[in-house]
């Protein structure tokens, strides 16, 4: 029962670990008023761009950050286009979550002999695990916390997110800029430069959402890893009103219901088996329904700005 | 600035559909036959390699004049099916059956056009033109199974299926039969993680088998398996691929592959086609052991002992004669039982 309750637990935080870097990168940019749905596009470029360079330099840290940075270039393709340009920022949205696959299969074939997948790290070439060989195998604080060094870092994240976002000065500018664009830029704040920052940061955060699958969860990058981590994680920002700590909280309960279905599924007939894969989902929605009934965007969100 | 933005998304979309790449060769007047890739691309080093590498085959040894189109997206199925058309060919390859709505577009399009898709069959309305190629999955399932029930240790073995349906019922169930025969001490915990894509799951399925014991995960999952593989590396326990030889995702892991031989399949259509001039048509071609359709991985001599081996050599030869048939689904599966 013990050893149960550390294996979901640690699905939960195993899971968690890719959307919760996505969804704060998404409430960075949704809090400056740039709507982000191009973020399931910015995983996939940093998950190829990590997996790539830790193989080709055998060191998934400089992986890791590169993985951020693809998804920041990718940040600022939807900057210029929904800052600069003014475009519909959904529709951007939709044209970067087509780049991302299309750019990263194009250079998978490129570095890799014509595949479209990048070759596997070796297990000690991976992120670190801190806890490894601390615990016994598989007893239940090994279970728990022998998690990668990535799941580490994104709670630590989540708490300076939440003090920029609150306690600096950038922060409360950037959230002004998000709420009355015209009232900030009247006292000042220049606008267009938060916003391009906020949405380029959030790429960065996106790309490393995509490392973190695919030097820690998994070791390689292949067509379909992606798929759908990016929405997930939108709506887990969402579900926690636009805000880090919520935001932490929403996508801690959508692994922690994936590790209950996983568990689930172990102990109930297969004759169920559709049911209880369900649960991850239904639970959001029962939660979101029962719980969050004020959830308020920034009210400039997607809007536009004059110069 | 609103038009230049528009020229920029343009260029962007038109950039992603430029990925499609051509191939010509050989000679005049031979039979002409030509392959659509699915989405993988050519160099996949998975089933839409095996399938250029069995037409290559038939280009060297029977003559027939081959070319291949990938496909970048599942919106390039019917521009390239069209290509290959327009060229002449006497006979197009789908591969993989996510090309199924589209090729059965085009061969009620054109009906004196011959066509062949891989992983699916169309069931009895299908046009006369147009043939399935189905593979006796449960075969390949049933030898590494009784693999995986001599090497255990804990006698205990796992199952990690992507979403129910016949198609995975087959691998489950051949599997079930393999481990059956092999030790009927053993027991197999089965689940599904009801995608095919979710490889974060298929890591935790897999992680939670090794914790309760098991010592082999055997994975019918297309993504999903390559976080059950990833599971096996951590746990370091042995672990079963699918479709293609996996060893090279973890070397030290995958005991052995649950073989699919796209490329051979396609050669013996070749071959027929060759030697008898007539396409084959309408509904499914279902090809197994006898004929080199289905099998294990060439590399599973590394972890499994000769001897182990040697049996499976003598199963596989059971199963050709008719002396053994491989359950396919849970009804098959209880006669079986009954009857071994």
Redesign the interface.
Known sequence: ML?DIG?IL??MF??ATPLLYTALGGAISENSGVVNIGLEGMMTIGAFSAATTSYFLQNPWIGFIFGGFAGALLGLVHAV?CV????DNV??GI?IN??GP?IA??LA?HFF?????TK?LD?DKKMPRPFDGVFE??SFFD?ILNQYATMFIALFLVFVVHFVFYYTRVGLRLRSVGEKPTAARTVGIRVVLYRYGAVIVSGFFAGLGGSS?SIA????F????I?GQGFIALAAMIFGKWKPIPTMFACLMFGFS??IA??L??VIP?TY??LV?MIPYALTLIVLVLFVRRSRAPSALGGQVDE | MKKNLFVFLILFFVSTFAFAAGDQEGAEDAIKIAMVTDVGGVNDQSFNQSAWEGLQRARDELGVEISYLESAQDADYIPNLQSLIDGGNDLVWGVGFKMADALLQMAKLYPDQHFAIIDFAYGPDAPSNVVGVLFKAEQASFLVGYIAGKVTETNTIGFVGGIEGAIIDAFEYGFLAGVYIANRDATVLSQYADSFVDAAKGKSIATQMYVQGADIVFHAAGSVGNGVIEAAREQDRWVIGVDRDQNDLAPDNVLTSAMKEVGDAMYKVAKDLKETGEFPSGGALILGLSDGAVGIAPTSNVHVPADILSEIEEMSQRIVSGEIAVPYNLETFETFKSEN
Do not use: C, D, K
């Open positions: 050893i294996f640690g699905t195993m899971y286009a600069s340009y003014r475009a529709v951007s044209a087509f780049l299309g299969l194009f074939r002999g014509g595949t479209t997948h596997i297990l195998q598989n279970l699958l969860i998994v070791s390689h292949w067509h379909p890893l798929s994936q590790g996983v568990f599924g172990r297969a088996t559709e894969s």
